[in-house]
């Protein structure tokens, strides 16, 4: 990717864009979901062939510099003396079951689910600050309905994307690790896709290993904030210790293999010289870190708090992009949200300066 298309991914992360009212008319017609507010509906297009999501729904967006219009039969996105068209990724399969309102095509290899929107920090004294999850199901889907739903869609699209399980923490780490387990084993029972598993680290890892042996093919446990703030802004979450994700990280680094483990930090609701630290630790152990920027959805506790700069983002994910050459981190190995890449940079860094486009 050029340098220029990354300034332009970063500032599209970090900023979101506006919508011209007539072509957000019918952009909600043609596209329902891109008007969803949170992380949990996030959706993903192509600019330019690059895979970036973009928020538009949120308070936070009413400032960005980017403007998205219908013109000519296409959907363009303008701004910042850009004027390039949106290609959005095409809507699944219906099963004719409630998989249908779970499923979203992140990347051309990567199908997003959410079974879980219930989390065991989800009150006023232990929600993470920078989250936007709201509960609309008492418990995770049920194992054997949600697998109905998998199969009939898998059998429409063999040979198709990877599957990438996140949700909230119901009941505690380790219960919610025993759902992914027995969710893996029921979808090895008929499909061989890639699995990649988000979890919060259990307090017994060796459910790490049974998870693995039931069939996921990556863990992805996400830190997201470093020492020492984790327990300001993360007050639930940090009852998990600092050293215990990282005991987690080296036995899933063990059993997953090197790159197939990888945990999120958000940039710019901490020093950037915080995360650089972390991640460069994360790279020596195998873990692949992700930086994606805080965006203040109008759900969370920041919100009105500063957006990350694209700048900053920048910087951290060219660092990281070096830490990843370094330590023969690749992406591409590990299914899933790091693969997709559309919510943060490191894999349009990962290539070696001399090696990337001109601008």
């Known amino acids: 990717m050029s340098g220029n298309l990354v300034k332009l991914k970063a500032g599209l992360l970090c900023l979101g864009a506006r919508v011209e ?24 297009v192509r600019i330019a062939g690059v895979n970036v999501n973009i928020s538009v729904a949120e308070g936070f967006t009413t400032e960005s510099s980017y403007l998205i219009v219908k013109r000519e039969g296409e959907y363009r996105v303008t701004g910042g003396g850009w004027d390039l068209s949106i290609r959005f990724y095409p809507n699944l399969p219906a099963t004719g079951t409630v998989v249908d309102e779970l499923v979203q095509l992140h990347s051309a290899n990567c199908i997003n689910i959410w079974p879980s ?70 979808i090895r029972e008929f499909s061989d ?4 598993v988000e979890l919060a680290p259990p307090s017994d890892l060796g459910l790490l290993r049974e998870l693995k042996a039931a069939g996921a093919d990556a863990a992805i446990m996400n830190l997201e904030v470093a020492d020492p703030r984790r327990r300001e802004i993360c007050p639930g979450k940090s009852r998990i210790s600092y050293e215990h994700y ?42 692949f870190p992700t930086i994606m920027p805080f965006r203040p959805m109008d759900d969370c506790e920041l919100y009105g708090f500063r957006r990350c700069p694209p700048e900053e983002l920048l910087e951290l994910s060219e660092y990281l992009g070096t830490l990843l050459h370094t330590y023969k981190l690749e992406s591409w190995k590990q299914p899933g949200c790091t693969e997709c890449g559309g919510c943060s940079l490191e894999n349009d860094f990962y290539r070696k300066p001399e090696e990337r486009e001109t601008p």
């Open 246 to 287: 990282h005991e987690a990280f080296r036995e899933a680094v063990d059993c997953f293999g090197w790159g197939m483990v990888s945990s999120v930090l958000i940039g710019g609701i901490q020093p950037k010289e915080e995360i650089m630290s972390e991640i460069a630790v994360m790279a020596s152990e195998g873990v």
């Open 117 to 186: 929107t219930t989390c065991c920090y989800d009150t006023p004294e232990l929600k993470c600050r920078f989250c936007s999850l709201k509960a609309d199901a008492e418990a995770p889907l049920d194992i054997g309905e949600l697998c109905d739903g998998l199969r009939r869609l898998l059998a429409q699209i063999p040979k198709g994307p990877a599957l990438n399980f996140s949700g909230g923490t119901f009941r505690d780490p380790d219960w919610m690790a025993g759902y992914w387990i027995r969710l893996c084993r029921a």
């Open 21 to 44: 009212p007539e072509s957000a008319r019918l952009l909600a017609a043609e596209y329902p979901h891109f008007f969803e507010k949170s992380f949990v509906h996030a959706v993903n």
């Open 193 to 196: 896709a890639g699995i990649a």
